[in-house]
Antibody
Framework: QVQLQESGPGLVKPSQTLSLTCTVA??????????WTWIRQPAGKALEWIGR???????SYNPSLKSRVTISVDTSTNQFSLTLRSVTAADTAVYYC???????????WGRGTLVTVSS | QSVLTQPPSVSAAPGQMVTISCSGS????????VAWYQQLPGTAPKLLIF???ERPSGIPDRFSGSKSGTSATLGITGLQTGDEADYYC???????????FGGGTKLTVL
């Protein structure tokens, strides 16, 4: 069984950088033939895809966030990370990490972590 | 404004059937596989359907998916109160080179 767990600060100040890590356990973990994805959801709103990374480091990003986002992977620790720069209140959301089965569907999800952007 | 269009809400009585539509374009639904997710209140989304009409292990056959052209549909039969949730469609968009989601549909089981 694959398990994902998000970790990182729950509060970030405006204009600063949001950093989250997702730890993957089970299955073939990060080394398997999957993409590893970040998705967010503001309260009461729809899911928003942030981007994904393959074990080789190859990435794809949401065009609307691309200038501020970096996703990286560390296969030695079975972790992948999200960095979102210059945050504003509009970046306040629950952030999920998930596994992507190579055809755009996410079959395993973390529980999500709430990140609030506020001074 | 979501790339994929879903009705904001649907409702039906217990035991009945309901369908939820998801409309897109040739760059997303028209040329790629569609997935459906169920999100119960306060929880992470759960994959219900992938590759247009495939169910992951453990998902009952009350849930079904179909695709025609640039639209997709999720069907739920034998509605239960436990099916009350938000449902999202998602797919790859070849023009954006990104995964896109619908705005979500709230299912109420009356």
């Amino acid at each position: 069984q694959v398990q994902l767990q998000e970790s990182g600060p729950g509060l970030v100040k405006p204009s600063q950088t949001l950093s989250l890590t997702c730890t993957v356990a089970g299955g073939s973990a990060i080394s398997g033939n999957y993409y590893w994805t970040w998705i967010r959801q503001p309260a009461g709103k729809a899911l928003e895809w942030i981007g994904r990374i393959y074990k080789t480091g190859s990435t794809s990003y949401n065009p609307s966030l691309k200038s501020r986002v970096t996703i990286s992977v560390d296969t030695s620790t079975n972790q992948f990370s999200l960095t979102l720069r210059s945050v504003t209140a509009a970046d306040t959301a629950v952030y999920y990490c998930a596994r992507d089965g190579l055809r755009g569907y996410n079959d395993y999800w973390g529980r999500g972590t709430l990140v609030t952007v506020s001074s | 404004q979501s790339v994929l269009t879903q009705p904001p809400s649907v409702s039906a009585a217990p035991g009945q059937m309901v369908t939820i539509s998801c409309s897109g374009s040739s760059s997303n639904i028209g040329g790629n596989y569609v997935a459906w997710y169920q999100q119960l209140p306060g929880t992470a989304p759960k994959l219900l359907i992938f590759d247009n009409n495939e169910r992951p292990s453990g998902i009952p056959d009350r849930f079904s998916g179909s695709k025609s052209g640039t639209s997709a549909t999720l069907g739920i039969t034998g509605l239960q109160t436990g099916d009350e949730a938000d449902y999202y469609c998602g797919t790859w968009d070849s023009r954006l080179s990104a995964v896109v989601f619908g705005g979500g549909t709230k299912l109420t089981v009356l």
